[in-house]
């Protein structure tokens, strides 16, 4: 099962992010694997320059720590199998770049190479999580 950009919305529409692991739990079968990503990072760079910017600059009203997963997993009745960041570099104003790059599988590929050497060096900061939970 695959959520994307999805479970940190739920508390917004009066849901709550356990109840929703359990209930994803629930109807996967035993060794199931959940894979979540474009998880809100607590310290991302992007969220926090969005938040002092307004102006409607989107940003997440619940963001995430590592911790904060794993408890998330462990309560939703997950082992969690893997951890990772992701996301240096604001995607969704990519397109406002040239076209060569915006417009082109090499532009791409150029932004992704981008995007992960500066994610590496300055993981803390990129925007969001990615996780995989497996249920035992």
């Known amino acids: 099962m ?16 356990v109840a929703s692991l359990r209930e994803i739990h ?8 959940f894979v979540c990503t474009h998880f809100p990072n607590r310290s991302s760079w992007i969220d926090f320059t969005a938040r ?3 102006g409607g600059f989107h940003h997440h009203p619940f963001r995430y720590t590592s911790r904060d997963i794993r408890a998330l997993a462990r309560a939703g009745g997950f082992e ?17 770049l040239p076209s ?3 417009d082109t599988r090499r532009g791409a590929d150029a932004f992704d190479v981008a995007d992960r050497a500066l994610g590496g060096v300055l993981a803390p900061l990129v925007q969001n999580w ?6 035992a």
């Open 2 to 17: 695959l959520s994307v950009g999805v479970l940190e919305h739920v508390r917004e529409t009066g849901g709550d992010e």
């Open 80 to 96: 969690l199998v893997d951890l990772g960041r992701h996301g240096m570099l604001p995607r969704n104003r990519a397109s406002r």
């Open 130 to 135: 990615w996780w995989v939970g497996r249920r």
């Open 100 to 102: 060569a790059v915006s």
């Open 52 to 54: 002092r910017l307004g």
């Open 26 to 33: 629930r109807v996967l079968r035993p060794g199931g694997v």
